[in-house]
């Protein structure tokens, strides 16, 4: 299964942004991970196969939403208020079973850039 992330950017703070990725095949359960230079990676989001229970980072929770389209096998971050923490490559990925680190499969990573 290839992943294919899109969305990042440069926002100011305070800003949005949404990722997608697209899966070439079946996917079970999904997540976005992000690593910011000079930091360990984390998971900052996670949804289950069935799209119904969810899991955020304390980092993120409240400003983050994941949500997935299982007809186009796709699913999306929502990024509002930004911060220049929030600054990474983030990745999406893929499992049979929970979201870590270290999925099965992952992306190739898209920057965000949040500026003060």
């Known amino acids: 299964v290839q992943l294919q992330a899109s969305g990042g950017g440069l926002v100011q703070a305070g800003g949005s942004l949404r990722l997608s990725c697209t899966a070439s095949?079946?996917?079970?359960?999904v997540g976005w991970l992000r690593q910011a230079p000079g930091k360990e990676r984390e998971v900052v989001a996670a949804?289950?196969?069935?799209?119904?229970?969810?899991w955020y980072s304390n980092s993120v929770e409240g400003r983050f939403t994941i949500s997935r389209d299982f007809n186009k096998n796709t699913w999306f971050l929502q990024m509002s208020s930004l911060t220049p923490e929030d600054t990474a490559v983030y990745y999406c990925?893929?499992?049979?079973?929970?979201?870590?680190?270290?999925?099965?499969?992952r992306g190739q990573g898209t920057q965000v850039t949040v500026s003060s």
């Open positions: 095949g079946r996917t079970f359960a």
């Open positions: 949804i289950n196969w069935a799209g119904k229970t969810t």
């Open positions: 990925a893929a499992d049979t079973a929970r979201i870590g680190i270290r999925p099965k499969y």
